[in-house]
């Protein structure tokens, strides 16, 4: 299945580009992003992140026609400043992220990260780090997973869940997706399963942040990409879900407001560092929509580091 960047055209006019500056794909997946930002590049270089090596093998097939302004690096967004530091780069102009799973690793039943096929639990977005999907299902303590299904998949029958989850690995081990998904299933009450949309995809949410850590990552890739931001510098990050989108809101609304006396005259009111440009999340057009149906949960928001 083809790839489609989600708001690919609203987030490289939310960078700004200038053809001479330094950006930042922190989520290269398949590349569509990158290109069109390599693509506006003259002197500039862009630099690209993805802890999964299929991500980075693949991507070079898109990127063919911009390889020379690019440079690849396999880790985690997280590690993003560090990784940075160590080749002399301590300031860029523009950070991308896109917190969606690509499409490609939802349709290779192997990665283990879909309820729509059979495969073993998995859900690792870097293949080489030892817990799995597996792992956090079959031997997690109940508290644990009802705790995770509650906080990163917002599930309203998570305890319902925990708990069947919990019996079915005492009569065997739950080693598949689809297992899992029937065990899912049996927990929850039939006006619920004649719901649209599919019954796992909360505890499939769950899992895969669990597994991949993808929220403490989040919180320290945000800290480290406000750091590194130069001057008139804009972070742009689309997210997928609401949990991550109130971390990345609450962030930029922290960076963005200056807290002072009441009585303080507003014209003596000093500016943050940081403007927050789209208080009001972008989200994809109509036409965008009707072709991509990844994009239907996609909210944008920028910050912009403030010139002197």
């Not at 192997?110 to 729509?116: E, I, L, N, P, V």
């Not at 956090?136 to 303590?141: A, D, F, K, R, T």
């Given at each position: 299945m083809e790839h489609i960047s989600v708001l690919l055209h609203e987030a490289i006019a939310g960078l700004d580009i200038k053809p001479d500056g330094i950006y930042v794909d922190a989520t290269l997946g398949?590349?569509?992003h990158s290109l069109q930002i390599a693509s506006k590049l003259t002197t500039g270089k862009l630099f690209c992140f993805d802890r999964d090596a299929s991500a980075i093998a693949e991507s070079k097939e898109t990127l063919r026609s911009v390889l020379d302004k690019i440079t690849f690096i396999q880790a985690n967004f997280a590690q993003m400043e560090e990784q940075l530091n160590q080749i002399g780069i301590h300031g860029v102009d523009g950070i991308l992220v896109d917190l969606g799973v690509s499409s490609p690793q939802f349709d290779d039943p192997?990665?283990?990260?879909?309820?729509?096929f059979d495969a073993r639990l998995d859900m690792r977005m870097d293949q080489s780090q030892s817990l799995s999907a597996w792992e956090?299902?079959?031997?997690?303590?109940f508290v644990d997973l009802m705790r995770i299904l509650h906080r990163y998949g917002e599930e309203p029958f998570a305890k319902q869940i925990a708990r069947k989850i919990e019996a079915q690995r005492q009569i065997k081990p739950i080693d598949t997706t689809l297992q899992l998904v029937d065990v899912?299933?049996?927990a929850l009450p039939s006006k619920v399963l004649s719901k649209k949309g599919h019954p796992a995809k909360q505890t499939f949410q769950a899992l895969r942040i669990e597994v991949n850590g993808e929220l403490d990552a989040l919180q320290e890739m945000l800290e480290q990409g406000i750091r590194l931001l130069n001057e008139n510098g804009r972070f742009c990050i689309i997210t997928f879900q609401s949990l991550e989108d109130r971390i990345v809101k609450d962030r930029f609304n922290e960076v963005s407001t200056i807290h002072v006396p009441r009585k303080l005259p507003l014209a003596d009111l000093p500016l943050a560092d940081y403007e927050f440009i789209t208080r009001k999340a972008i989200v994809a057009s109509e036409a965008e929509l009707a072709i991509n149906n990844r994009s239907h949960s996609a909210k944008l928001r920028i910050l912009k580091k403030r010139g002197k």
């Open positions: 398949r590349g569509g192997a990665r283990g990260f879909s309820y729509r956090v299902v079959n031997q997690y303590p899912i299933k049996s």
